[in-house]
Structure formats: C-alpha cells, structure tokens
C-alpha cells in the first residue's frame, strides 16, 4: 500500500484556556487581601471600571455632618463661649447623645474653656491639624540599625560589601541563612574573608545577630558579658541533651554537677534565643473571615458571605458611550472594546468567584454540621472529591476556592482547608475518624498524663483502639505526635521529673 498525504476532516472537543479564563481561575484562589490589590490595579488600568460607592446611609449621614459643622462654626465665628455640648445639641433640637455618642455621661466642652482661641476655624493659617499617626513612634528596621554599626566598625571598601551581604542574608530573627562557600564564589573572594567579617559583625548591637545556630548566638551574648567558660561553652555544644532534659549524661560530658547545670541554665534562660525580634519586620496580616456560619432559631447553620471584604466594582457604560461619539482611530476603538470586555469579565468573575465561595463553604458546613454542634473529636473526614461531587465541581476548583479563605464559626476561626482531613478506620465498623479528631484526642491524653503513668506510643496506640474505636498504628500516633511537636515519651518524663524537683 502506497503511502501519501490525505486530508481528512474530523470533530473533536477540547477545552482552550483563555487569558481571561486563566485570570478567572487565578481569582479563586487569592485570598481578600491579593484580590483588593489585583482590583485596585484594574481600577487605576481600566477607565470604564469605577468603584460601587452608592450608600444612601453614607449620603444621610454625610448631610447630618454637615449640618452639625454649621453649627459649630457659627459658635466658633460669633467668638461666644460655648458652655457644654448640651448648647450645641440645642442648636440642632436633638439630644446630646445624637450628637456625641462618645462624650454621653460627661461633658468634653469646659466651660471654662475658650474656643474661638484655640478652634482652627477661627485661625487665620492654613495648615491643617496634624494627624495624631504622624507621633507614633515607628520600629528601626534591622538592616538600617545594623548598617549604620558597620560603617563605622568595617574601613575597607570591600569588607563593607561583605556586610552588606550579610545583612541581606538575615532572617527575622537575626539569624544568618548564607552559604558561606556561595557567598565567596559570587563575591570573587576567600571563605576566610567572609568568616573574619563575621567575626567582626557578630559585635554589633542587638548581642548574637549574625549567628548561624542557637549555640552561636548564645555563645555571642555570653562573651559579651564576659560569662563564656569552658564549662559554659561545653553546655552550648551539648544543647541536645539539654533539650532531651538529659542531666546525668550532659554532667558526666562536661564534669559538672548538678548545681553547676542549674546555674548555667539560669543564666541561658536570661538571655534572647531572637536577638532581632524587636525590630520591625514584615506586617502581620489579620485574619478576617470570608464566610460567617451562625445558628438560626431552628438549629440549622446559615451561611453568609461576608460582604465588607468583597469588591464591588462597575462598569460606567454611560462615560463608554460618550466616549465612543468621539473618537475616530481605529486603535482607540479597539483599546475602549477592550476595555469594556475586560470590565465586564471582571464583574463577572467577582460575582461567580463569590457564588463559588459560598457554593463550597455551605457544602463544607453541611459535612460538617456535627463537629460544629459536639466538637473537633466529631470531625469527620472529608475529601476535595466528596465536596466536588456534591456541587458538580472539579477537584482543582474546590482546591483554590478553599485556599486562603477562612470561616467564622461558633467553635472559632478556621482556614477552609482546615476541614479537609483523612480518614482513619474505626474498629466497631462505624463511620472512619477523621485524622484531627486522632491528633487532639492524642494531645490531650498527653497533657493529663501523670509522671508514674508516661504514655509510650504504643499505649497510646491501643487506648484509642480499645476506648476511641479508632484503629491506628503505633507508627502513625508517632508521625502525629511529632507533628505537634510533643516529645517522646522518655524525654516527656524526664521534663516532668525536673518539674517536681
């Protein structure tokens, strides 16, 4: 059979992700804050694209403001006395706690008390009363403290750059994260270099910044005050046993006793693990909820977006319309379709990007109505799938939705994600346990151990099996327990033995 080029026509279907499809997809994932800044931009790009600021309360209440301001600066430019609020509240026929809701039960206005001589109003200077913001007094930041230091105590050119690497190269906490070897390949220049301006550094102000672990940056603080022996360095190299609480063998290694621990540990306990906590570092964001869940008199669970935290954007069609009478280029034709396409998709995806939340989040509470009436040890395992399949969603869609977004609840505060848990099997063939349900029921076996009675792994083991009904291996109460940061069981009773004596 010969072969030869043909052309054949076929169908076929196939998904093709579009710019504006793939923003859509973005949108879900970023959290209130990404999304106001992702919308802040597209308000400064796109002219059609205006802010929902339409509040008729706002309106009333801005009228009422205005009215009051007459009031007062009618007091202020007649250069009478005004005695007490009361005097401006009758100026409005009102009561005095409509006017200032604040100052109810006590009187702000001194009649003792001139105010045409201190009311900006009545100042001929045009300058504004200073912001009371402008006086709080702001944290250094670290690089600038740690910089000024430098100049002084680093002569050389090249040394000053070295240092200014290594301030780079700090975290949060003051702590050096450099490959020193790296380091020395980029800067064309010997590791001894870099380690003899380390060396230099490590004397700068706050005591222990420029360490590379705990042992060195309390090694730094103790030699500051003359405090690091033998002895003393001996404990920093062992800190390991001191974490494992184990005294005896840490005594035997650095032939110290008992006392002579208990002094060094004291005096550890004095000095800051953090030597850079106290300069200001990134803002920490507060966590607002996108979703509430309140009860309502049925005992059925309502959920509700939160509202304050959604853009509200519109496209001005009627500024579209005047515009496109008077324009002629071609290019500026396409630039203002293009832009009202973008408007439109933009308040488009917000209101889906909004229907998907509150789609998944009720779904979400609907798994989880009994944890949210008896508690975490009545979580139930729930999946991406178990979720999708109930709103007809794919799993990549419910995976963004619930990332970054956080419900309110009655029981607290809790990241969407925080609900999606594994299951465990239960051993009277009931529904599985869920894995935190597994982790707090652990915990607080731990916290109401006694010191005779230390619970191993495998006690713990079989307690959840035989009391919980939940069927989980030795292996996995460890991987738990270690994911929570509670120590083993020999080390658990030393710490508790150290606590009694």
């Not at 409509?98 to 006590?106: A, C, D, I």
């Not at 230099?200 to 405090?227: H, N, Y």
């Not at 099997?425 to 599985?432: A, E, H, K, M, V």
């Amino acid at each position: 059979m010969a072969i030869k080029p043909q052309l054949n026509i076929s169908q076929s279907q196939h998904l093709t992700l579009t710019p504006q499809l793939m923003q859509a997809i973005k949108l879900l994932q970023l959290g209130h804050i990404e999304l106001s800044a992702f919308v802040e931009n597209e308000l400064l790009q796109n002219p059609l694209l205006e802010r929902d600021e339409g509040n008729n309360q706002e309106a009333e209440s801005s009228s009422d403001n205005k009215e009051i301001n007459n009031v007062v600066e009618e007091n202020y430019a007649s250069n009478d006395l005004i005695s007490s609020a009361s005097e401006i509240a009758s100026g409005l026929d009102t009561d005095v706690e409509n006017v200032f809701p604040e100052q109810v039960g006590q009187d702000s206005i001194s009649q003792s008390t001139n105010l045409s001589s201190s009311n900006p109003l009545n100042n001929n200077s045009s300058e504004s009363a200073p912001d009371i913001d402008s006086y709080v007094a702001a944290k250094p930041k670290l690089s600038d403290h740690l910089w000024q230091q430098i100049a002084l105590l680093l002569d050389n050119p090249a040394e000053r750059m070295i240092g200014q690497f290594l301030i780079e190269s700090l975290d949060e906490a003051g702590y050096l994260n450099a490959d020193i070897p790296a380091m020395a390949q980029q800067l064309g220049t010997s590791e001894e270099h870099i380690l003899s301006v380390l060396k230099k550094v490590q004397a700068c102000d706050p005591s222990g910044v420029f360490c590379r672990d705990l042992s060195e940056c309390m090694a730094i603080q103790l030699a500051a005050i003359d405090r690091l022996d033998p002895m003393m360095q001996g404990l920093l190299n062992n800190l390991k046993l001191v974490m494992e609480h184990d005294f005896e063998n840490l005594a035997k290694t650095i032939n110290a006793s008992k006392e002579d621990i208990s002094d060094m540990l004291s005096e550890l306990r004095e000095l800051n693990p953090k030597p850079a906590q106290s300069f200001e570092t990134n803002i920490v964001q507060t966590i607002v909820a996108d979703v509430f869940v309140k009860q309502a008199n049925d005992k059925t669970w309502v959920v509700e977006l939160n509202s304050d935290i959604l853009p509200r954007v519109l496209v001005n069609r009627t500024y579209f319309a005047k515009v496109k009478q008077k324009i002629r280029a071609k290019s500026e034709k396409t630039y203002l379709v293009d832009c009202l396409q973008s408007a439109n998709w933009l308040t488009k995806s917000l209101d889906q990007r909004a229907k998907t939340i509150l789609k998944v989040a009720t779904q979400i509470i609907s798994f989880q109505d009994s944890f949210l009436t008896h508690g975490i040890t009545q979580l139930k395992p729930m999946t991406l799938k178990m979720v999708a399949d109930e709103i007809e969603m794919h799993e990549s869609t419910v995976s963004r939705v619930s990332a970054n977004k956080y419900i309110s609840t009655p029981r607290g505060m809790f990241e969407m994600k925080y609900f999606f848990t594994t299951a465990l099997s239960s051993t009277t063939g009931n529904d599985s346990h869920s894995s935190e349900s597994v982790r707090y029921l652990i915990k607080q076996m731990v916290d109401e151990e006694d010191l005779n009675a230390i619970l191993s792994d495998a006690t713990i083991s079989k307690i959840l099996k035989n009391q919980h009904g939940i069927d989980v291996a030795r292996r996995t109460v460890m991987k738990y327990r270690e994911g929570m940061h509670i120590a083993s069981s020999v080390v658990r009773r030393r710490q508790k033995k150290q606590n009694i004596l």
